[in-house]
């Protein structure tokens, strides 16, 4: 109470440094909790579909199905909101939902059963993170608007992941979707939200970031939600460049096959392939501008391994220290650093002279 009374004192500060220290420390996290709530939920979902653009959009269905989604997360939320919350009966009716559902590849299935469960998980993993994240409201016995001290989805949220899921449309079939949500309205919660419901449904769910930063941080920040729903095997946070790694790397590790492959005296059939998963598979990318810059967008991605012998190092060697004497290929492919070199990699002596070649180039 006594951190409630001094961050209202701290936010009226006209030089902004009140701001700073109540955004800055941890110990006012629940009083930036009730501002954040006291700004969000002046916008109802009436508000937010006055201002939304999009394709196929039906505003009235959506408003319905929002009203649907309000109705069970309150009920819910009045339900088990007490001291000592108990959770399990909640996430066993989550689960008993979902229904063990596994999306096939290529045979992905997304009919109005399954939709109608999905607004009926929405609304019950929001209700799952707000009790899950309810002790600021537990610490401000006294107040009248303890309410704002609850994590709570706001409208603009619930409408951009049922936009996601193509709910509150004139199709709603699953299909490749384009959410604009603004800096600071909780984009990461509509993400990590979005991945539970998809990964409950039977897909394994990809979040993909630029910023290994940011994705560690909203993985570590839903991580609980996560392992409550046992879906800690099904969600992945990874950056773009993870992300190639692990599909390149899906039935082996390719480096390893690569080097087995050069080196004469490795045997390709120890290799163990790694178990297929045959569990289909959704990308959500987050912060899609920065992936469509030139740094990500339409750039390769080269996967390499570096050959290390202690043949290879003795050429290497010989070359630099004879670099003054003009050496040509010719001459190289005459000493014994050379053949014990295509010795070694007996099948790869065009891949060795091409390496030369830069070598000499560059001494």
């Known amino acids: 109470m006594i951190f409630v009374k001094l961050g209202k004192i701290l936010n009226k500060d006209n030089h902004g440094i009140g701001q700073r220290i109540i955004s800055e420390h941890t110990l006012f996290q629940g009083y930036v909790l009730n501002l954040f709530n006291e700004k969000t939920q002046k916008y109802q979902v009436e508000y937010v579909l006055s201002k939304i653009r999009g394709n196929d959009i039906e505003k009235n ?23 000592n919350i108990e959770l399990v009966s909640l996430i066993s009716d989550i689960k008993i939902i979902a229904g063990g559902i596994v999306q096939i590849k290529n045979t992905i299935k997304w009919t109005a059963n399954i939709r109608d469960k999905a607004l ?29 001290y609850l994590f709570q989805p706001h409208a603009a949220q619930v409408i951009a992941i049922f936009r996601m899921l193509s709910i ?11 959410v604009e949500v603004g800096t600071g309205e909780g984009k990461s919660i509509v993400l990590g939200v979005t991945a539970c ?24 920040t839903l ?3 996560f392992d409550s729903l046992d879906l800690l095997n099904h969600i992945q946070y990874n950056t773009f460049n ?39 598979k959704i990308l959500l990318i987050d912060e899609v501008d920065v992936f469509f810059s030139r740094e990500f967008y339409g750039n390769i991605y080269t996967p390499s391994i570096n050959l290390q012998d202690p043949s290879i190092t003795s050429l290497v060697n010989y070359i630099w220290t004879q670099r003054k004497s003009k050496l040509t290929l ?34």
């Open 168 to 178: 509150g449309d004139k199709k709603e079939e699953l299909m490749n979707n384009l």
């Open 223 to 225: 991580r609980s939600l």
């Open 61 to 83: 269905l959506l408003k319905k199905r929002y009203d649907e989604f309000r109705e069970i997360y309150d009920s819910l939320i009045h339900q088990y909101l007490r001291p």
């Open 120 to 148: 009926k998980l929405v609304a019950r993993v929001f209700a799952l993170w707000t009790l899950q994240n309810a002790k600021y409201y537990f610490e401000v016995e006294g107040l009248n608007d303890k309410q704002h």
């Open 330 to 363: 010719t001459q190289i492919k005459q000493t014994d650093e050379y053949k014990a070199c295509c010795n070694r990699y007996s099948d790869w002596e065009l891949l060795i002279n091409e390496a030369i070649k830069d070598m000499l180039v560059d001494v």
């Open 242 to 280: 993870k992300l190639c790694e692990d599909i390149i790397n899906e039935n082996c590790n390719i480096r390893q096959i690569v080097e087995q492959l050069i080196c004469k005296d490795s045997q390709l059939n120890t290799m163990k392939k790694k178990e297929k998963n045959t569990r289909a």
């Open 197 to 220: 419901i998809l990964s409950l449904l039977g897909f394994d769910v990809r979040c993909a970031s630029y910023s290994e930063y940011l994705s560690h941080r909203d993985h570590s």
